[in-house]
């Protein structure tokens, strides 16, 4: 089993930043894929980003590619999702979420994923 604890969200103005982390324990950081995904109220949950178990290859969202940066510290068991130029359409409950086994054109399917954090509120106000 993986436990995955995201914080880091919060209240910020447009065109603001937050940065959020999430923390890992249990099984082997280091060997999973790890994801954000976003759920806004009424909306299905989206793929945000995704890293790769070495933090060599990264994918993105249409939606905040240029503003959102993932990365990942293997050393602390921390993925984290910086995030510029927040627009109000970015208010969500932010999930972070591993995954083992999967091919790379598969990365935002959140059904690839076996492992999910509690989520974190992001609201963005304007």
């Known amino acids: 089993q993986v436990q995955l604890v995201e914080s880091g969200g919060g209240l910020v103005q447009a065109g603001g930043s937050l940065t959020l982390s999430c923390a890992a324990s249990?099984?082997?950081?280091?060997?999973?894929?790890m994801g954000w995904f976003r759920q806004a109220p009424g909306k299905e949950r989206e793929f945000v980003a995704h890293i790769n178990w070495s933090g060599v290859s990264r994918y993105y969202a249409d939606s905040v590619k240029g503003r959102f940066t993932i990365s990942r510290d293997n050393a602390k068991n921390t993925v984290y999702l910086q995030m510029n130029s927040l627009k109000p359409e970015d208010t969500a409950v932010y999930y972070c979420?591993?995954?083992?086994?999967?091919?790379?054109?598969?990365?935002?399917?959140?059904?690839?994923?076996?492992?999910w954090g509690q989520g974190t509120q992001v609201t963005v106000s304007s």
């Open positions: 979420a591993g995954a083992i086994n999967y091919r790379s054109d598969e990365v935002a399917r959140a059904d690839v994923y076996a492992y």
């Open positions: 249990g099984r082997t950081f280091s060997n999973y894929g």
